[in-house]
T-cell receptor
Framework: AAGVIQSPRHLIKEKRETATLKCYPIPRHDTVYWYQQGPGQDPQFLISFYEKMQSDKGSIPDRFSAQQFSDYHSELNMSSLELGDSALYFC????????????FGEGSRLTVL | SQELEQSPQSLIVQEGKNLTINCTSSKTLYGLYWYKQKYGEGLIFLMM?????EEKSHEKITAKLDEKKQQSSLHITASQPSHAGIYLC???????????FGTGTRLKVLA
């Protein structure tokens, strides 16, 4: 069965550079969530989208922005990268009217040097 | 604010032993989800519990939600090295569309 696809899987950037992460949800899923997981920490909610509209916002820095496109894929844009942005970024998808469980991608590991 | 507390924080067991992980909420849960994360990898959905007193099993893992829907337990029978990882409980924060996670339990199974 198709799962949530994230790309790239690994990304290395310098401080003050920009990075873009992509997430392709499971087919027919209309809701996408982004999470950031720092080393040894639990996933922290960043932002979510339902039907291409932002549905909720968590602890997402102003330097970050995200959107969901008409094909339901989502992109997380991170600018002016800082060392502390080094983390595993997870995307999850769900079906809004479904039972509610999230299905996670394998994550994109961002390293900021 | 609603929080999910897990216990224990970490657990080291000998292969073949049984173990239990608990997840406690400060508010009534309307859906409790268990996930497993292998170190540095994605989260894998294990089970979902919605009704008070509900119990589900998959292979050697059993999850229960208490009648008051504020506590859930995850029980692993005859643990194996493949069970090692981080176990997270998750729930939708009531009144929002945010998904919150428990504090995590790091499990190591010694062969």
């Amino acid at each position: 069965a198709a799962g949530v696809i994230q790309s790239p899987r690994h990304l290395i950037k310098e401080k003050r550079e920009t990075a873009t992460l992509k997430c392709y949800p499971i087919p027919r899923h209309d809701t996408v969530y982004w999470y950031q997981q720092g080393p040894g920490q639990d996933p922290q909610f960043l932002i979510s989208f339902y039907e291409k509209m932002q549905s909720d916002k968590g602890s997402i820095p102003d330097r970050f922005s995200a959107q969901q496109f008409s094909d339901y894929h989502s992109e997380l844009n991170m600018s002016s990268l800082e060392l502390g942005d080094s983390a595993l970024y997870f995307c999850a998808s769900s079906y809004w009217e479904g039972p509610g469980e999230l299905f996670f991608g394998e994550g994109s590991r961002l390293t900021v040097l | 604010s609603q929080e999910l507390e897990q216990s224990p924080q970490s657990l080291i067991v000998q292969e073949g032993k049984n173990l239990t992980i608990n997840c406690t909420s400060s508010k009534t849960l309307y859906g409790l989800y268990w996930y497993k994360q292998k170190y540095g990898e994605g989260l894998i959905f294990l089970m979902m519990l919605q009704k008070g007193g509900e119990e589900k099993s998959h292979e050697k893992i059993t999850a229960k939600l208490d009648e008051k829907k504020q506590q859930s337990s995850l029980h692993i029978t005859a643990s194996q090295p493949s069970h090692a990882g981080i176990y997270l409980c998750g729930a939708e924060k009531s009144g929002t569309y945010k998904y919150i996670f428990g504090t995590g339990t790091r499990l190591k199974v010694l062969a």
